[in-house]
């Protein structure tokens, strides 16, 4: 860990060696820049949000998760049809059933499963965090990430070449006290299953992190994409310490710009600039009417597209722009990255690492 400290602290001068050219590169403007969003879960076939992708040049990759909560088929067949009918704009990641995992042909089942859902299109897999945070084993344990059951599934995953989607863990508050201060706040006080303070029992921050980087220990051809700064927002050089460890590792941001903005602009710049084919940019917008007891109203669906282009602009505004701007109510200097490191971070990584090109033709070149 300290020698991942020492490579990313002297990285710091190295954008303020180049800061000057980078300055006086022009801003892109938001519409000019292709963006994939790497983290969505859409569920309805919604022609205004197809409109407003179009507008401001937005693609998006779909995810369905959770696995454990009955609605499994129900999203599959969703996020099958919007692919067929609009595979430019969602192509999509399947995920599986985390209950069973007792069953002697689990393994097999699964596969057979994700084979399907690859026939189909799908891009990659997720796997949620109640995986380590809630599912038990019949003698009350937490099953972990790691678990040797799950094994012919990651390997098979790395056969076939998809990439493991994983969020595991959650940010380090979750194990903190609540405190009016956090980011998360809120989530927690009103999430107080996901909340562990003080709960007997339950695997530490730490044990599931670990978890996770044991699966790229045993399968090391694995490409895994670790969701949300990888549940490590709090300590960059932590996220730096397994990009350098574990080649196959890339993360994205989805709904963790909040804790990027807690740090130093100038460090936060030189993850990105070191690690700039390794980051993806996403959002985590939830959009699941079969959840709801009502339809949506059409009131409801256009909040919810300001919400989202409110959102994917105050991002772009961070990562793109230039001076001292308000994110979240707080105070901070954006990070006005390079136009190369901007392509690769919203669109190409995301076209490689998940072979987009070939899921979305014709739209995504």
Request: aromatic share 10%; net charge neutral; charged share 25%.
């Amino acid at each position: 860990m300290k020698r991942t400290f020492l490579t990313l602290t002297a990285l710091l001068l190295a954008p303020l060696v180049s800061l000057p050219a980078a300055a006086n590169e022009a801003m892109l403007a938001f519409e000019e820049l292709l963006k994939i969003d790497v983290h969505s879960h859409v569920f309805e076939d919604f022609p205004a949000l197809n409109d407003l992708f179009q507008r401001i040049n937005m693609r998006t990759v779909n995810i369905c998760v959770p696995a454990g909560d009955g609605h499994l088929d129900q999203m599959h067949r969703s996020a099958n049809e919007l692919y067929r009918k609009y595979p430019e704009f969602y192509p999509f990641i399947a995920t599986f059933d985390v209950r069973g995992h007792d069953r002697p042909d689990y393994a097999e089942k699964v596969i057979a499963w994700l084979d399907g859902q690859f026939a189909l299109g799908a891009v990659g897999v997720k796997i949620w965090k109640e995986v380590g945070m809630e599912i038990k084993d019949q003698d009350g344990k937490f099953v972990l990430p790691d678990d040797p059951r799950f094994d012919p599934i990651y390997a098979h995953l790395a056969k076939v070449r998809k990439p493991l989607h994983a969020h595991l863990a959650e940010p380090i508050d979750a194990w903190l006290p609540l405190d009016p201060a956090s980011p998360y706040f809120s989530y927690y006080s009103k999430r107080p299953e996901w909340h562990f303070h003080g709960k007997p029992g339950v695997p530490s921050h730490a044990d599931l992190v670990a978890a996770r980087d044991n699966i790229l220990k045993k399968h090391p051809t694995l490409v895994l994409i670790g969701a949300h700064l990888a549940s490590l927002g709090h300590d960059l050089d932590a996220i730096a310490d397994r990009l350098e460890r574990f080649p196959n590792f890339h993360i994205e941001v989805a709904a963790r710009a909040r804790d990027l903005v807690r740090h130093p602009s100038d460090k936060v710049r030189a993850l990105f600039l070191k690690y700039s084919e390794r980051i993806m940019y996403g959002l985590d917008a939830m959009w699941k009417p079969f959840l709801r007891e009502k339809p949506p109203t059409d009131l409801e669906r256009r909040s919810h597209l300001q919400m989202l282009e409110l959102r994917y602009r105050e991002d772009f505004d961070y990562y793109a722009g230039q001076g001292v701007m308000t994110y979240t109510e707080r105070q901070v200097e954006a990070l006005h990255l390079p136009r190369s490191v901007l392509e690769q971070f919203y669109n190409g990584n995301a076209r490689r690492i998940y072979k987009l090109d070939a899921a979305t033709k014709p739209a995504v070149r």
